[in-house]
């Protein structure tokens, strides 16, 4: 049988399950150097204000406590591009859950107890934390990126006054939080001026340069390690708080720090997806044919930092229409800034746009697929490129024929089982393909064996193992005799894990590396190589940034079975199905993993996952895994995840799309439409509690 470990598709199994699962693989928590102390913060128990007295007078006395940290001996730093770094800087207090002090001390208990020892006063102010869409001092933030702001394309106003055929609905998806595994955490040492962090990151070489700007640092004297993380879901794609604070107490105390943050604080301090509300406008003619398109979002944000949940982004790429009018509105609140939360913009956008098209398809009476195949696309609508590869109708037609589409009666409220009403409903699902310039060096041995190193981030994903097979197909070797360094700013920069660009990115930089090295070693054939081996390095910055000609773009179809209980209300996912179009697939385990890890994120989102602001007190109410229901095992009904072979030039070596995210993307939205088919209710609220659906059935 001939070789295929090393082809890339191959369901190559991760390389570091079995450090994972006996428990030597070393989080960033895991980390205990000599002579260790241990963190613990202070949260401001104000929403807004600024902070008058620091008591430290009883933390202090505890026998096991070294010093506590404020704005009133913290070292001064160099003011960061983003705003909620500048910890412990002066007595502003933002928000609810600012922090205000830090307590260090010999054990966690202690410090803990510190921590809670501390009193602090503040001079209170005024605060707002309620989304409303029509907040005059709402705004259209400046589309730097082309992912926000307002696209106008015609005359959608006046197309949709003239459509034959409209639905016009408002949807809403609360506050959402991240949640990794592992929460964050950093362990930071200082040796001679050197400073030295193992931290929860997904992008080490940012966190980095952002270190070295704050400390006024050359960033050669840092190191960044990130070699293990327990998931992020985009809350660990930017720096945050923690890392600035261990690096700090560990500068005054001249001592290793350790700061893992506990759960009920992540919340406030490492970003959430912003809660939004959405109206929706489709115009069509009598034959299902988009005439306009209007999406209009309306998200919060913080008065430190600007961050706009793009949730109309996706609508500029999905659907052919005349005229549309995308546009997204910020308003800032005193509320803790909101981040990245997995495929951000995409999720709660297509959940609305998507709900949208099975109206219109019910106010036609036409099948919801017909629907969108009738107005599918070979050219993206906002920018008029052509797409680089575009299957969204062939994984539609597939995923129907897999879910027995075909049987299905589309009556709302035609199948009945007892007290349960049973539906199906379908979504389109988009996210971009993106890659960023990345270093890597690649280097051959006189043993046979290879090493490529690259600051890449396995957050979970199976990193090591595509990046060794990308390696091993440049290179034309088996994947065992290719070893993978990632996980260090010492390695050659890289972007971070994040926006599912993180294998097209460091795939190109291993995979133009490893092909300079081939064409090295041709060269030497039959010559022995040198004691230190052969090596290259590759930097693909003005590549893989370059702009494009094409519009390139993952594209996937979500179905969904659901069963609905008339007398609690209680909704059952019994079947979901995802296809998708995502470039090449380079590890089927892997890529599948991901494809099904995010379905049941997109369940969660739909059925019970929400956070609620506390108008009062400024603060979310839902702020551990007690409080904020994510899905259990007994949720999670049989998944499938396939995908249809796409073979797309205009990407990268590769051929491949990123994977991580599209998977969310429209799961909520198919859940959503097959509620509306089993019970012929519209909800247009997340989560489907049980409490909404009793109210809507009556």
């Known amino acids: 049988m001939p070789d295929t470990s090393s082809a890339l598709g191959a369901p190559t199994e991760r390389r570091e399950g079995p450090a994972k699962v006996t428990g030597t ?20 128990t104000v929403a807004r204000g600024k902070v008058t007295v620091v008591d430290d007078t009883a933390a202090l006395a505890l026998p096991e406590v070294i010093d506590v940290l404020s704005h009133l001996n913290a070292p001064r730093l160099v003011e960061p591009d983003d705003a909620t770094l500048a910890v412990l800087q002066n007595e502003r207090v933002p928000h609810r859950g600012w922090y205000v002090a830090l307590v260090v001390a010999e054990t966690l208990e202690a410090a803990r107890e510190g921590a809670a020892a501390v009193r602090v006063g503040y001079a209170e102010g005024p605060h707002e934390v309620a989304l409303s869409a029509r907040h005059p ?29 409209r639905v016009d609905a408002v949807y809403r998806v609360p506050p959402l939080h991240n949640h990794p595994m592992e929460p964050h955490a950093a362990t930071a040492r200082w040796d001679d001026g050197r400073l030295t962090v193992h931290d929860s990151s997904q992008g080490a070489t940012t966190v980095r340069d952002t270190l070295a700007g704050m400390f006024a640092l050359p960033a050669e004297r840092i190191t960044v390690v990130s070699e293990h993380v327990g998931g992020g879901f985009g809350s660990k794609g930017t720096p945050r708080p923690h890392v600035v604070l261990a ?65 109309a982004a996706a609508t500029r790429v999905m659907y052919a229409s005349p005229h549309a009018r995308t546009t997204h509105r910020v308003l800032p609140l005193d509320v803790p800034s909101p981040s990245w939360m997995r495929a951000p913009g995409e999720a709660p956008g297509m959940y609305a746009l998507e709900s949208a098209m099975d109206e219109l398809a019910v106010r036609l009476g036409m099948d919801p697929i017909e629907l969108r195949l009738r107005n599918d696309t070979r050219t993206e609508p906002d920018s ?98 290719v070893r993978t360094d990632i996980g260090s700013s010492d390695l050659p920069s890289a972007p971070l894990a994040g926006g599912s660009s993180g294998t097209a990115s460091w795939g190109w930089a291993v995979h133009e590396a490893c092909t300079r090295l081939a064409a090295r070693l041709s060269g030497q054939r039959g010559q022995e190589l040198p004691p230190e081996g052969v090596g290259a390095t590759a930097d693909t910055a003005g590549t893989a940034d370059a702009d494009s ?108 799309k990123g994977i991580g995210e599209i998977g969310i993307v429209g799961t909520a939205a198919a859940i959503g439409n097959a509620v509306h088919h089993a019970t012929g209710v519209r909800l247009r609220e997340l989560p489907l509690t049980p409490d909404r659906v009793l109210e809507g059935l009556g």
């Open 25 to 44: 693989a070393r989080y960033a928590a895991e980390h205990t150097p000599d002579g260790c102390a241990y963190a613990w913060p202070v949260p401001a």
């Open 247 to 311: 690096a700090m107490a560990a500068r005054v105390t001249g001592r290793p720090v350790k700061l893992s943050l506990p759960r009920r604080q992540l919340a406030t301090v490492v970003g959430h997806r912003s809660p939004t509300v959405q109206r929706v406008r489709l115009g069509a003619e009598v034959d299902g044919r988009l005439t306009s398109v209007i999406h209009e979002v309306t998200s919060h944000s913080s008065r430190i930092k600007e961050f706009v949940e793009t949730a």
């Open 384 to 481: 008029g490129k052509p797409f680089s590869s575009r299957h969204l109708a062939e994984c539609l037609r597939e995923g129907a024929r897999r879910f027995g589409w075909a049987e299905r009666d589309p009556r709302p409220r035609s199948r009945t089982e007892g007290p349960w009403l049973v539906g199906s409903g379908v979504a389109s699902a988009t996210y971009p393909a993106l890659a960023s310039p990345s270093r890597a060096s690649a280097h051959a041995h006189p043993d046979g064996s290879f090493v490529v190193r690259v600051n890449a981030t396995d957050i979970g994903t199976g990193a090591r193992t595509v990046l060794a097979q990308v390696a091993a197909d440049a290179l034309g070797v088996p994947v065992d005799r």
């Open 549 to 656: 000609d094409y519009a390139r773009h993952a594209f996937g179809a979500h179905f969904a079975e659901v069963g609905v209980d008339t007398v609690t209300g209680e909704v059952r996912v019994r079947r979901l199905l995802g296809v998708y179009a995502a470039g090449r697939i380079l590890n089927a385990r892997t890529a599948r993993s991901q494809f099904v890890g995010a379905m049941t994120m997109g369940l969660g989102m739909a059925l019970t996952e929400s956070s609620t602001m506390d108008a009062a007190f400024g603060d979310f109410a839902e702020c551990d895994l007690a409080s904020y229901h994510v899905p259990a095992h007994a949720d999670v009904p049989a998944i499938e995840a396939h995908w249809v072979d796409e073979d797309d030039p205009h990407l990268n070596p590769m051929g491949s």
């Open 137 to 165: 001092e709402a705004y259209v933030p400046e589309d730097t990126d082309g992912t926000s702001g307002e696209h106008v394309r015609g005359d959608a106003d006046g197309a949709f006054d003239a459509a034959r055929v």
